[in-house]
Nanobody, 125 residues
Framework: VQLQASGGGLVQAGGSLRLSCVAS????????MAWFRQAPGKEREFVAG????????YYRDPVKGRFIISRDNAKNTVDLQMNSLKPEDTALYYC???????????????????WGQGTQVTVSS
């Protein structure tokens, strides 16, 4: 599985960005998908995830109500709409994919064998 992420950039606090991840090599409806982020000097952390069916979504508490993850299995894409951005959202954002991830591992980067290159999101105050 190859993942290609795009959509990062520089935005002022309160602004919005939309990240997109295109998957190839396997149809998206067989994959659990997630977005992670990593700020300098910090560990990679889960941001949002969606089950392969698309019926369930999961979010890190600080982004709930601001970020929305969505997937289009027909287009093999997973997007992350980020609204009301804050300076603490600044990080390198990665999309990740895995198969049949058990619920308790959904937020662990170790559960995802496939990763895209990061896309930088910078939020200025």
């Amino acid at each position: 599985v190859q993942l290609q992420a795009s959509g990062g950039g520089l935005v002022q606090a309160g602004g919005s960005l939309r990240l997109s991840c295109v998957a190839s090599g396997r149809t998206l409806n067989r994959l659990d998908m997630a977005w992670f982020r990593q700020a300098p000097g910090k560990e990679r952390e889960f941001v949002a995830g969606t089950r392969r069916s698309g019926g369930h979504t999961y979010y890190r508490d600080p982004v709930k109500g601001r970020f929305i993850i969505s997937r289009d299995n027909a287009k093999n894409t997973v997007d992350l709409q980020m609204n009301s951005l804050k300076p603490e959202d600044t990080a390198l954002y990665y999309c990740a994919a895995g198969s049949s991830i058990i619920l308790s591992n959904l937020r662990s980067p170790d559960a995802y064998p496939y990763w895209g290159q990061g896309t930088q999101v910078t939020v200025s105050s």
